[in-house]
């Protein structure tokens, strides 16, 4: 059984840092392709970072370059996602979710059950 | 980059059909995937490649796509239907995932 487990979220205040961190399992970790997809309250889904499975090929939403990092540990079967200089407007529940397809047809096959991000002071 | 558009909200009464439309600048050239939240809830992926189901899924949920608008179908809807439904597309030229703003479907 796939499971995505994240954990790390927490309230910061505005400036500060937070580590996402996300366990999988039930599947080949080094073989996929993940990204992190965020949600503010009452808001719809936002994608925010994508790796590949080896980790050489990296991609950032406008609203979070230069401030969050993505990475992988394949030996720990983990994603995280560093953030940094945190605003208010990136309170959210982030969710990891698993890459499935090629290309242009690539989707999110697995969710994990988000972990929550609040921003304030 | 690419914009995917929703309404906001669509209605339906118990037992009928409800189609969520999803528009693009010529998005039926693209694979088109739908996704179901419920609150409190992960999204859970309930059409891929336009209209294949992920095994679990119902057989009452269908989906199309051609020429600037994708369409997710729900067939004789029930209660538990009622949520939020998100499509999705991998942008080429940018190479990035699109989502689009989400539709609030209720069930009367």
């Known amino acids: 059984e796939v499971q995505l487990v994240e954990s790390g979220g927490g309230l910061v205040q505005p400036g500060g840092s937070l580590r996402l961190s996300c366990a999988a399992s039930g599947f080949i970790f080094s073989s996929y392709e993940m990204s992190w997809v965020r949600q503010a309250p009452g808001k719809g889904l936002e994608w925010v970072s994508y790796?590949?499975?080896?980790?050489?090929?990296?991609y950032y939403a406008d609203s979070v370059k230069g401030r969050f990092t993505i990475s992988r540990d394949n030996a720990k079967n983990s994603l995280y996602l560093q953030m940094n200089s945190l605003r208010g407007e990136d309170t959210a529940v982030y969710y990891c979710a698993s890459v499935l397809g090629y290309g242009g047809a690539r989707l999110f096959d697995y969710w994990g059950q988000g972990t929550l991000v609040t921003v304030s002071s | 980059s690419y914009v995917l558009t929703q309404p906001p909200s669509v209605s339906v009464a118990p037992g009928k059909t409800a189609r969520i439309t999803c528009g693009g600048n010529?998005?039926?050239?693209?694979?088109v995937h739908w996704y179901q939240q419920k609150p409190g809830q992960a999204p859970v992926l309930v059409i891929y490649y336009d209209s294949d189901r992920p095994s679990g899924i119902p057989e009452r949920f269908s989906g199309s796509n051609s020429g600037n608008t994708a369409t997710l179908i729900i067939s004789r809807v029930e209660a538990g239907d009622e949520a939020d439904y998100y499509c999705q597309v991998w942008d080429s030229s940018s190479d990035h995932p699109v989502f689009g703003g989400g539709t609030k479907l209720t069930v009367l």
């Open positions: 790796i590949s499975g080896s980790g050489s090929t990296i």
């Open positions: 010529n998005i039926g050239s693209k694979s």
